[in-house]
């Protein structure tokens, strides 16, 4: 693993029990009343169309972070199992499902950037996941993804979309197209790969890796695909 990979581990790891802060718009990210009611309101139509789908046997969460989408995951599936590089992630995401009596989901640590499936499942999902894999490494990421579902298994995905209105007015500098320096509450200071896609780009790019899929945008905040493997 590169050192800047690591580095990306090490940041999030660092930074999971000030993560919720992020997807609920509070602490530092709160950029008042009609921000967070629009990105509310966006994060509905995600969840709207993630439960849209019919509910199945096994599912498999890459990076589930500290279970925000591993609570609707749950709803969704017989069985959920969550792969993070972050212990720190897993266990807020364990006591959260605990404290809501969902006991339907599994977790394992596993470095993502070096998974190899060892058994198909009917559903695939990851949130703000797929931006911070390297453009080298997607290629290899996408066979390993195609060769974890079962044909016509389901793959949903969400993530940041550009221009990013969603990070602090401080602490996030961007420094190419793919790289992010990113700063902690405690001023601590990280850098990470970070890939913004459009909608027609990523529909291509999946398309061409074996998935019958479609990405779309949200007004300000978000993308998100929803599709199938293809036979």
């Known amino acids: ?102 006991d339907n989901v599994d977790y394992a640590l596993c470095d993502l950037f070096e998974w190899q499936p060892q058994e198909q499942v009917d559903m695939v999902f990851f949130g703000f996941w797929l931006s911070h894999v390297p453009a080298d490494k997607l290629t290899g990421f996408l066979r390993a993804l195609r060769a974890a579902l079962k044909p016509g298994g389901r793959l949903f995905l969400v993530d940041s979309l550009a221009p990013d209105q969603s990070n602090p007015r401080t602490g996030t500098q961007s420094l190419s197209a793919d790289r992010q320096q990113r700063e902690l509450k405690d001023g601590r200071q990280y850098e990470i790969v970070k890939i913004y896609y459009e909608p027609g780009a990523l529909s291509a790019i999946l398309r061409e890796n074996g998935f019958d899929i479609e990405a779309q945008a949200t007004d300000s905040f978000f993308l998100y695909a929803d599709g199938v493997r293809s036979r």
């Open 1 to 102: 693993m590169t050192s800047r990979l690591q580095e990306q581990i090490e940041y999030y790891r660092a930074r999971a029990p000030e993560y919720d802060e992020w997807f609920y718009r509070t602490g530092r990210y709160d950029r008042g009343p009609a921000h967070t009611e629009q990105w509310q309101r966006e994060v509905e139509v995600v969840r709207r169309q993630l439960h849209s789908g019919a509910r199945c046997e096994r599912i498999l969460e890459l990076a589930p972070g500290t279970g925000i989408w591993t609570q609707e995951l749950a709803q969704l599936g017989e069985r959920v199992t969550a792969l993070d590089a972050s212990p720190e992630m897993i266990a807020i995401n364990r006591a959260k499902l605990s404290a809501d009596n969902i």
